[in-house]
């Protein structure tokens, strides 16, 4: 399978709790995304990479949450002090560098639920 | 018909007939639009794409159109099949960005 995949498929976890999540982009996508969804609605723009690089940060997403590329391939999402509001699905898409960059491709997303 | 639940519309459609989705966009500096196919506890799936120099753009069984005037955005499902039910979202961005930004989302409902 070549596409976007992620890691674990679900969580739950206690309120206060510590997780983190990895994303695998498509082979050789510079461009990484990560996006939360919320039942009804689309998903929300989080966290952009370019190879590395974290080049731009939501608002939505706080200080609990943090996000790294370390060396331009796989992703990690953690949230710390977890709280009951960020239930959520958590969303991680690549997009290459050159031609058609701004198709984003979707892997199938993380769903946490914090009780 | 139309119903709206889960704060998404549904449509229902009978199997082998034509569907219609359609999509409001928000930001008339956008010039790539995207529709996604969204199943249930799945991430979302490209289906077609289109550029804001284009008013019409075809793949296999699926159509999108755009009117930029009105900032409109469909896609159109032909011969619909009990596996394109599903949420389907339509999302836009500028070619200069990187984010997409997501509409509310179209439930669609395949009668048999």
């Known amino acids: 399978d070549t596409g976007v995949s992620q890691d674990p498929r679900h969580k739950i976890t206690k309120r206060g709790q510590n997780v983190t999540f990895r994303c695998d982009p498509i082979?050789?996508?510079?461009?990484l995304y990560w996006y939360r969804q919320t039942l009804g609605q689309g998903p929300e723009f989080l966290t952009y990479?370019?190879?590395?690089?974290?080049?731009?940060k939501s608002r939505l997403l706080s200080d609990r949450f943090s996000a790294e590329r370390p060396k331009g391939s796989f992703s990690t999402l953690e949230i710390q002090r977890t709280e009951q509001g960020d239930s959520a699905m958590y969303l991680c898409?690549?997009?290459?560098?050159?031609?058609?960059?701004?198709?984003?491709?979707f892997g199938p997303g993380t769903r946490l639920l914090v009780l | 018909g139309e119903s709206v639940g889960l704060h998404l519309p549904t449509l229902s459609v009978q199997e082998g007939d034509n569907s219609i989705i359609n999509c409001a966009y928000s930001?008339?500096?956008?010039?790539?639009f995207i529709w996604y196919k969204q199943e249930s506890g799945k991430g979302p799936q490209f289906i077609i794409d289109?550029?804001?120099?284009?008013d019409k753009r075809q793949g296999q069984r699926v159509t999108v159109l755009l009117n930029k005037t009105v900032k409109h955005l469909s896609l159109q499902i032909a011969a619909t099949q009990p596996g394109d039910s599903a949420v389907y979202f339509c999302?836009?961005?500028?070619?200069?960005?990187?984010?997409?930004?997501f509409g509310s989302g179209t439930r669609l409902l395949v009668r048999p």
């Open positions: 999302a836009e961005t500028a070619l200069s960005s990187y984010k997409l930004i």
């Open positions: 289109i550029r804001s120099n284009m």
């Open positions: 990479f370019q190879n590395e690089a974290q080049l731009e």
């Open positions: 930001n008339s500096a956008s010039d790539y």
């Open positions: 898409a690549s997009s290459p560098d050159r031609g058609n960059s701004e198709t984003q491709y």
């Open positions: 082979s050789e996508h510079n461009r």
